[in-house]
């Protein structure tokens, strides 16, 4: 978590300071996940296996189209930090453009 921390104050220092803060959160209603419940009855907290797959796909889909530039224009610095809080990783992704 330190070393984390020391790395985004290290791109912070070099590129300056990210341009968007973005958050991303899961959808248990999307169909990718509705469409894999193979039980009658089963609920989205029923497959957190699916739920962590679904959302894990699509926030490297998310990921891809902001670096790949055609989204915002081109990437100046980027990266995806993964941090632990309360036994859940979550991760933070800091990304910079030039003005």
Known sequence: MIQ???????????????DFFVTFTCNPSWPE?????FQHGQTAPDRSDVVTRVFHLKLHE??????????FGPLLAGTLLP?????????LSYISYPD
């Open 4 to 18: 984390n921390y020391h790395d985004g104050l290290a791109i912070c220092g070099k590129y300056g300071p990210p």
């Open 33 to 37: 996940i509705t469409e894999s419940i």
């Open 62 to 71: 998310l990921l891809q189209d902001i670096r790949s530039g055609t989204i």
């Open 83 to 91: 941090i632990k809080i309360s036994n859940a990783t979550k991760f």
